[in-house]
């Protein structure tokens, strides 16, 4: 529930809220620091010209002696204790914010790979989380000290001038107001464009890594370091100009600052003219200014970085966006799921940067069980189909559903589909552990009654440590067909509904082909299957054979109709198969 609520409503309040008398303590101390250093400077001025004058006695100036040292003192243990409340709350907030962050991103971490790129996710994890410590450190604390000063400020000198008053309410207002919002404004484009080309670069940069043998062998290794070095230069620029922003912003708070200065100086000195006020407090008067007027100024130095903490909150706030609800509901929704019907209802794919369609229209339904073998030429939109089952894509009209509802994504459809492909991956893990992937609780009971399913126990039980022995140590390779079988254990320990075969028999002799369908059907006889194929051998258990062509559906029925009803069909299936039809004949 309290995950829900935050959820809601965002990264930063909920916890400004949860730690809020924290917060408050530290920004109270904070304001009792710079007043202690108001004092300090005040109490010295005061002694140093009380002192010019030469007293009769050091007794005159025994007791700003004595404040001197207490304030100097005070500010100290203040500062220290501010400093040791706001940066305990701080990173208890940035704790909380980390496990929140984690929560978010373990559910989906396949989704994310889709939703942001490699590059992306570190810049996130590494910046954002942090950044936002940030917020309540160098803003939200500073923030509420400086008006808090502010007000006690003129509220202090109201009662000795209204109207010099009324002026360093308005000066000190445009340091402490107008200023921090029009460098807010000015920095915010800026920053835009940096972030915007580093990622770029971090973009690039992840790709070039993950495909270095390819720039290296195309013998474009030049080509890419320019084009890095160009990307870095133009962000090193924008940060550059970011930069010299802020230095202007430090500089003209510092006149700032030397203008109030000398304004108190001149209405002390008036006030002194006037004998309204001892001349040793012109200094004092003076010098008080300092520490105030460097609290409203660290406001400007602070808005500065609000751009970045903003793009930051954003990204946090996308990816927290892909969260399940809750795990009680993924799991509901599995359970409502158990079927496997499955329905593509005129279904229309285009890529994004393609001109045409890559799936027009194509409409089948599979029953719970059924079996449909896909067919067609390279190029022809049989993966893109499978991708738009499984969600990782979605159709641009028409609608894939499962049992009645709409896949809208690869996370929703987990639960749903089990994949065999070309080539499954074996890890550098014992035999058990790889097939155990399909499910991490399997005992080994189960373990081995897969294995005996797909046919693979008795090569297992002659390895050396049986299934414990590790995959590099095995001795011998295990051969494409035999990975596939681990693989289809794999499956069988997942137990879901529809299992999608995506050319599993690409790069096997024909013997091991037969032997490895003919298994394949077997053990997954009770699952929707959905078949995508380049070879008619095995169609003839299928439910319904599609051809595809240029996205479209060419030709579909059963085997014996196509068979019967269809010369192109017969001719592909006697040139695949010459041995099966000959016995059909
Ligand atoms: N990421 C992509 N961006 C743009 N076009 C794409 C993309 N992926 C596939 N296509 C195009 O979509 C069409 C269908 O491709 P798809 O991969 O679905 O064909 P296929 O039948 O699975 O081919 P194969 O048997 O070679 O895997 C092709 O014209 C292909 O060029």
């Not at 730690?19 to 002694?47: D, E, N």
């Not at 492909?421 to 005992?443: E, H, K």
């Not at 009971?445 to 046919?455: D, K, N, S, Y």
Request: hydrophobic content about 45%; charged content about 20%.
């Amino acid at each position: 529930m309290k995950e829900a609520r935050e959820g809601n409503q965002g990264w930063f309040l909920p916890y400004f809220r949860q730690f809020f008398w924290q917060f408050a303590v530290a920004a109270l101390l904070g304001t009792l620091a710079v007043a202690c250093a108001g004092a300090l400077l005040y109490t010295s001025g005061y002694l140093i010209s009380r002192s010019a004058l030469k007293p009769e006695n050091v007794l005159m100036v025994y007791v700003p002696i004595v404040l001197v040292r207490a304030f100097g003192f005070s500010k100290a243990v203040i500062q220290y204790l501010e400093r040791l409340v706001g940066h305990d709350a701080a990173l208890r907030v940035l704790s909380r914010m980390r496990v929140r962050l984690y929560q978010a991103i373990e559910p989906q971490a396949q989704l994310l790979r889709t939703r942001f790129r490699t590059g992306d996710l570190l810049g996130v994890l590494a910046d954002d989380i942090e950044q936002l410590q940030n917020v309540y450190l160098r803003f939200v604390l500073p923030a509420v000290s400086a008006v808090l000063l502010y007000g006690a400020g003129i509220v202090a000198l109201g009662r000795m001038d209204g109207m010099f008053a009324l002026l360093m309410a308005l000066y000190c207002g445009f340091l402490l107001f107008v200023a921090p919002a029009v460098v807010l404004w000015s920095s915010i484009a800026k920053s835009r464009r940096f972030k915007q080309e580093r990622q770029a670069a971090y973009r690039e940069l992840t790709d070039a890594v993950f495909g270095m043998s390819d720039w290296i062998l195309s013998g474009r290794t030049q080509q890419f370091l320019q084009l890095f070095t160009r990307r870095q230069k133009s962000a090193a620029q924008i940060e550059n100009s970011i930069r010299r922003g802020e230095w202007r912003v430090q500089w003209m708070s510092q006149c700032a600052i030397g203008g109030a200065i000398v304004l108190l100086v001149i209405w002390a000195g008036g006030l002194a003219a006037a004998n309204q006020i001892p001349a040793t407090l012109i200094a004092a008067i003076g010098l008080v200014a300092f520490p105030l007027m460097d609290a409203f100024a660290r406001i400007s130095d602070a808005v500065v970085r609000m751009p970045e903490y903003k793009e930051s909150l954003g990204r946090l706030r996308e990816i927290e966006g892909g969260r399940p609800a809750s795990v009680e509901a993924q799991k509901e929704k599995v359970a409502d799921q158990a079927g496997g019907s499955l329905k593509l209802d005129h279904v229309h794919f285009r890529y994004p940067q393609a001109s045409g369609w890559s799936v027009q229209d194509v409409s089948f339904e599979v029953a719970q069980g059924g079996k449909i073998a896909l067919l067609g030429r390279s190029g022809a939109g049989k993966s893109t189909i499978l991708n738009l089952i499984r969600g990782a894509i979605q159709p641009e009209a028409g609608q894939v559903t499962v049992n009645g509802q709409p896949v809208q994504s690869e996370e929703d459809s987990a639960c749903l589909f089990s994949v065999l492909n070309q080539q499954p991956y074996l890890f550098d893990t014992t035999v058990a552990n790889n097939i155990r992937l399909g499910r991490p609780d399997a005992s080994d009971e189960e373990v081995r009654a897969v294995t005996a399913q797909v046919g693979l126990d008795q090569l297992i039980e002659s390895l050396p440590d049986g299934y414990q022995t590790r995959m590099q140590e095995t001795g011998l390779r295990f051969s494409g067909g035999e990975r596939q079988r681990i693989a289809l254990a794999r499956i069988l320990l997942q137990n879901k509904p529809i299992v999608l075969l995506d050319e599993p028999t690409v790069g096997l002799d024909p013997l091991t082909e037969r032997d490895l369908m003919t298994t394949i059907f077997r053990v997954l006889h009770e699952k929707t299957l959905i078949w995508v194929t380049h070879h008619l051998s095995g169609v003839e258990q299928m439910d319904e054979v599609i051809f595809m062509e240029q996205g479209v559906i060419s030709m579909r029925g059963t085997h014996e109709q196509l068979y019967q009803d269809n010369p192109r069909y017969r001719n592909l299936y006697t040139l695949d198969c010459p041995l099966a039809s000959v016995m059909e004949i």
